[in-house]
């Protein structure tokens, strides 16, 4: 059992940058893949990013390529989204998820354990 817990939403202007963290408690932090999903109100959840267990291999939906940035801390239990020139579009719940099987990590029907979301909303 893995326990995440996200941090780190907002409110920020378009441009502006955000950093998420997504702190996790339970069975070994380093063995799991992990992704970044967002929900925008009326729309399903989808992919953003997502990371190998070792942090050696990164992921990303084409919308948030060159703006976003996944990486983990595997000392800590965290990974993190850096999350710059942000646009209102980007506008969503941000939910972490952890990937037993590191098995097709851009799907969100493969993960194992999710947080709870924390919201971001992109002013214009």
């Known amino acids: 059992q893995v326990q995440l817990v996200e941090s780190g939403g907002g409110l920020v202007q378009a441009g502006g940058s955000l950093r998420l963290s997504c702190a996790a408690s339970?069975?070994?932090?380093?063995?799991?893949?992990m992704g970044w999903f967002r929900q925008a109100p009326g729309k399903e959840r989808r992919y953003v990013a997502a990371?190998?267990?070792?942090?050696?291999?990164?992921y990303y939906v084409d919308s948030v390529k060159g703006r976003f940035t996944i990486s983990r801390d595997n000392a800590k239990n965290t990974v993190y989204l850096q999350m710059n020139s942000l646009k209102p579009e980007d506008t969503a719940v941000y939910y972490c998820?952890?990937?037993?099987?590191?098995?097709?990590?851009?799907?969100?029907?493969?993960?194992?354990?999710w947080g709870q979301g924390t919201q971001v909303t992109v002013s214009s």
């Open positions: 339970g069975r070994a932090f380093s063995i799991y893949g």
């Open positions: 990371i190998t267990s070792s942090g050696g291999s990164t």
């Open positions: 998820a952890a990937n037993a099987r590191q098995l097709a990590l851009t799907n969100y029907g493969y993960y194992d354990y």
